[in-house]
């Protein structure tokens, strides 16, 4: 009897824009995760978004994964449905087209009482001579599927595995100690994985590993073969893509794949990018990319007045080939929650433009409880490009004062002295450009160290998009139905 074990990407699906499953990217995606290195694939689970398509089309992705994988590696259908009926179909449906077994999910929306989830999964068990393995996502589901029926269910010889992502350790240790010797635990939740993997799990099926399998694979295999510490290095090196990951699901799987260039479209409403994956933190997963070298490097030409300069600009298809008119740029963005949330507006221009010259009004004029700072590293030493920090909110209070002018500007100051470092601002050019930030501290914040993180992120996505002439015009249009403030929906 099958079980499952390895890394195993939980796939997206690709739509065109017509919103139809798109057969040649699904295809392509099956090819690029197999060159990673997976010793499996699951189509039209989580990450697939399965609970967004009709019964046949997920009939026909299932299809053309299995015909596309071709014998290569185990496919693991998912088959889960709220109703006992409708994932008892679509199991066997998988069987007959050649799958190596079913991923089904606890029954959701209806939240069965225990007994129910137990029937539903024994149901299915009993009337189809298939593997299957059980499927805990509580996040999604509204309801846990408990160690308890994991146990009674593993009495049963086709239930093969489960795969738990409700990111709790202690589940998945559970389920070892109890029936570690009957099924096979894989964990999904990506945040987790090396610590699963050394608990004795036996595998991972994972969003992230659409577009990061490679990585994975190699976790997998350090534990494997006992080198604990390699393993640590690699989780904590894509730890912040897989929190990304795990918060914005299909959303966040989708734009990083499409960032490194493996095309699958958009996901399906009601999910959006400025929604479950926030621009602020898509912007943080094409950092991280970049970082580990999964977005290639381009040169990227910059014109600055009468300076030509070429850099090594970490660019993807959203980049200009040729960056310039830096009379003025703008930028914006928004990072963290709550009372210690940051809101950067920004302006970047030459000295002798208008930049300069509001520059040298607001140092000249400034405006009771709005005064001006210029941003400084340390005591005496100027970032370079000049920046001057105004306040958004007037200052009323000191220890107001001490947010905006302490942890906030030495944020903001770390972050354009980042930005120079990687040359998303040409060096060349550092001297002859000024920026102007406003700065939104909450009056109520109170977190000093999550005031300076919100401002650095901040500060450095709106410099990025000042530089990129971000959100373009096309970006605009195709967001325009779901744009909204950003404290719309805060209360």
């Known amino acids: 009897?099958?079980?499952?074990?390895?890394?195993?990407?939980?796939?997206?699906?690709?739509?065109?824009?017509?919103?139809?499953?798109?057969?040649?990217?699904?295809?392509?995606?099956?090819?690029?995760?197999?060159?990673?290195?997976?010793?499996?694939?699951v189509p039209c689970g989580t990450t697939g978004e399965f609970v967004n398509m009709t019964v046949d089309e997920r009939k026909q992705v299932l299809n053309i994964v299995i015909d596309e994988v071709n014998g290569r590696v185990p496919v693991i259908a998912g088959t889960g449905a709220s109703g006992t009926w409708q994932a008892l179909e679509m199991t066997k449906y998988a069987k007959d087209a050649g799958a190596n077994a079913a991923l089904i999910v606890t029954p959701f929306y209806a939240k069965p009482a225990f007994r129910g989830i137990y029937e539903h999964f024994f149901t299915i068990a009993s009337k189809v001579d298939f593997p299957i393995i059980l499927y805990n996502i509580p996040q999604c589901t509204g309801l846990p599927l408990p160690w308890q029926i994991v146990e009674d269910l593993a009495q049963i010889p086709n239930v093969v595995g489960v795969k738990d992502s409700s990111g709790q350790l202690s589940f998945i240790l559970t389920v070892l100690e109890k029936v570690g010797d009957k099924i096979n635990v894989m964990c999904g939740h990506d945040e987790v994985v090396m610590a699963a993997l050394a608990a004795g799990a036996s595998g991972a099926i994972l969003?992230?590993?659409?577009?990061?399998?490679?990585?994975?694979?190699?976790?997998?295999?350090?534990?494997?073969?006992?080198?604990?510490?390699?393993?640590?290095?690699?989780?904590?090196?894509?730890?912040?893509?897989?929190?990304?990951?795990?918060?914005?699901?299909?959303?966040?799987?989708?734009?990083?794949?499409?960032?490194?260039?493996?095309?699958?479209?958009?996901?399906?409403?009601?999910?959006?990018?400025?929604?479950?994956?926030?621009?602020?933190?898509?912007?943080?997963?094409?950092?991280?990319?970049?970082?580990?070298?999964?977005?290639?490097?381009?040169?990227?030409?910059?014109?600055?007045?009468?300076?030509?300069?070429?850099?090594?600009?970490?660019?993807?298809?959203?980049?200009?080939?040729?960056i310039r008119d830096f009379k003025l740029r703008i930028g914006e963005a928004l990072a963290g929650k709550d009372s210690e949330v940051a809101h950067i507006d920004l302006m970047i221009g030459k000295k002798d433009g208008p930049v300069g010259e509001a520059y040298a009004k607001a140092k000249a004029n400034p405006t009771p409880g709005h005064e001006p700072l210029v941003a400084i590293l340390e005591p005496n030493v100027v970032v370079k490009p000049v920046t001057l920090m105004v306040p958004t909110v007037t200052i009323k209070s000191m220890r107001q004062a001490s947010m905006v002018y302490g942890p906030a500007q030495a944020g903001i100051a770390k972050a354009v002295a980042d930005s120079l470092g990687e040359s998303v601002i040409p060096k060349e050019v550092a001297e002859d450009i000024i920026i102007i930030v406003n700065v939104f501290v909450h009056p109520s914040a109170v977190d000093r160290h999550r005031v300076y993180i919100n401002n650095y992120k901040a500060m450095r996505h709106a410099v990025r998009r000042a530089i990129e002439g971000r959100p373009s015009v096309s970006e605009v249009l195709e967001n325009k139905d779901r744009s909204r403030h950003p404290f719309k929906y805060t209360p």
Request: charged share 30%; with cysteine.
């Open 1 to 41: 009897m099958f079980k499952p074990e390895g890394i195993m990407p939980a796939l997206v699906t690709p739509f065109t824009k017509g919103r139809e499953v798109d057969e040649t990217l699904m295809r392509a995606l099956v090819n690029s995760c197999l060159e990673g290195g997976v010793h499996g694939v």
């Open 207 to 322: 969003a992230s590993a659409n577009f990061i399998p490679d990585v994975w694979v190699e976790v997998f295999n350090s534990v494997k073969e006992g080198d604990l510490q390699r393993a640590r290095e690699l989780q904590r090196k894509v730890q912040k893509i897989a929190r990304i990951t795990v918060q914005s699901g299909a959303v966040g799987a989708k734009e990083a794949l499409n960032m490194i260039g493996v095309e699958v479209g958009s996901v399906r409403p009601p999910l959006s990018v400025g929604g479950e994956l926030t621009y602020e933190a898509r912007g943080e997963l094409r950092l991280d990319l970049e970082k580990i070298g999964k977005i290639k490097v381009k040169p990227v030409k910059f014109e600055v007045g009468e300076k030509v300069l070429e850099e090594r600009f970490s660019a993807v298809h959203i980049t200009p080939e040729i």
